[in-house]
């Protein structure tokens, strides 16, 4: 796999390699294998995903574009990071990447955040918290257990959404990658 003497890669280093999009699918799809796979299997799925196509939509330039990037440029920057191995056929990943559990955090466009989503949440939570110390918040029709545990309640199935969602994120787990 590595040389002797290479480090690990580090987080910066790892994000920096999956901040392109086709290396991250050509992670993606690795994993996703679970066994070495043939480069121009890999192309035809990353360039797929690319161009949200079906692979039997995919013109030959469409293919060969991807597999040359793939080939000279990407391919070869993965296996310096000892992220993979690759002789000019077959990429395999290396321990080390499969191992790599990386959670994207990725926005559907009409949706917020989760960051964003439970600050809302605890300015709510502090609204009603607040409003049963001045005791603005009605509690005849719902008491002060009731309030606590209906924020309670939105915290925690916020959670288990987040959780679900975010195991879903990780490369390798979904059809299509992130």
């Keep these: 796999m590595g040389t002797q003497g290479e480090t690990r890669p580090g987080r910066g280093e790892?994000?920096?390699?999956?901040?392109n999009h086709r290396r991250r699918y050509a992670i993606h799809y690795c994993k996703r294998e679970d066994e070495p796979v043939e480069l121009g299997d890999l192309a035809?799925?990353?360039?797929?995903?690319?161009?949200d196509k079906e692979i039997e939509e995919l013109t030959s330039s469409e293919r060969k574009r991807v597999y040359t990037a793939l080939?000279?440029?990407?391919?070869?920057?993965l296996e310096r990071a000892d992220m993979i191995e690759f002789d000019d056929r077959t990429v395999e990943l290396?321990?080390?990447?499969?191992?790599?559990?990386?959670y994207l955090d990725v926005v559907p466009e009409n949706s917020i955040p989760w960051g964003l989503y439970y600050?809302?949440?605890?300015?709510?939570a502090a609204i009603v918290m607040a409003g049963l110390w001045l005791e603005v918040v009605?509690?005849?029709?719902?008491?002060?257990?009731?309030?606590?545990?209906?924020?309670?309640?939105?915290?925690?199935?916020?959670?288990i959404v987040h959780v679900?969602?975010?195991r879903r994120m990780r490369l390798g787990e979904?059809?299509?990658?992130p």
């Design 94 to 102: 290396t321990d080390e990447a499969s191992q790599l559990e990386v």
């Design 174 to 177: 979904m059809e299509k990658p």
């Design 71 to 77: 080939q000279q440029q990407h391919l070869p920057t």
């Design 164 to 166: 679900v969602q975010s």
């Design 44 to 51: 035809e799925h990353v360039a797929a995903w690319e161009l």
């Design 119 to 124: 600050l809302g949440l605890s300015v709510l």
């Design 138 to 159: 009605p509690t005849e029709t719902v008491p002060e257990l009731g309030w606590a545990t209906l924020v309670f309640a939105l915290f925690a199935v916020s959670a």
């Design 14 to 19: 790892i994000f920096d390699l999956l901040s």
